[in-house]
């Protein structure tokens, strides 16, 4: 907890009513021992955390280039204290060696140190090369295609299929039940698995 008060960088924006990073970098072994969250045994199925940890500060900003004439013109981030992020970060330390033992064999690329966007995009343009290799190999043109519907060779036009699928707003929409399943499946600890829910369940999302 307190090296991720430590991490604050030092002049990042922080809301209103907040001290600046600077001074919470400075105590961090403070504020580190007035933390109860992920640092004292579990009390009940749930915890009630403080809206100062859940409850983001919605400030707009103007779009780059643009004079903020409109709302067109500005876009939204939510700030967090340092303490909130150093909560979230540190609960997320203490899930991830169970998330690598469950996703390591999986394609899956983010959130995961050791992987980075620019695997998944080999592995896309991997498959794509593929697929032009065998469309090569079967012909392009019309007459080729029309040759092998007439021989009856239909699966050699079958090169490949690709997918691109925009799950909007999934976080909002995962089902907390299935959540907490998945991370007892993965011999998470009872008591984590409150914490991240409960990290969850009191967070003011800004929709």
């Not at 991830?96 to 992987?115: E, H, N, S, V």
């Not at 050699?156 to 039940?177: C, E, N, Q, T, W």
Request: glycine share 8%; net charge positive.
């Amino acid at each position: 907890m307190e090296a991720g008060v430590r991490r604050a960088k030092i002049g990042t924006a922080v809301p209103p009513g907040s001290a600046p990073s600077a001074a919470w970098r400075a105590c961090a072994d403070l504020a580190a021992d007035a933390v109860p969250a992920v640092t004292r045994p579990l009390q009940g199925s749930k915890r009630d955390l403080p809206g100062e940890w859940t409850s983001p500060s919605l400030i707009w900003l103007p779009k780059g280039g643009k004079a903020p004439t409109a709302p067109a013109f500005l876009r939204p981030i939510g700030l967090l204290r340092p303490d909130a992020k150093a909560v979230a970060g540190a609960i997320k330390s203490r899930l991830l060696p169970f998330a690598l033992t469950r996703l390591q064999d999986i394609p899956q690329y983010a959130y995961l140190p050791g992987r980075d966007i620019l695997d998944c995009l080999a592995r896309v343009h991997g498959r794509l090369e593929a697929a032009r290799s065998r469309l090569d190999n079967v012909g392009r043109g019309m007459f080729d295609r029309r040759r092998r519907l007439e021989l009856g060779r239909e699966q050699d036009l079958l090169v490949g299929l690709f997918l691109s699928i925009d799950l909007s707003k999934a976080f909002d929409k995962a089902d907390r039940a299935l959540i907490a399943r998945a991370m007892r499946l993965a011999g998470v600890p009872e008591g984590l698995v409150t914490d991240a829910l409960s990290l969850h369940s009191t967070c003011d999302y800004l929709l």
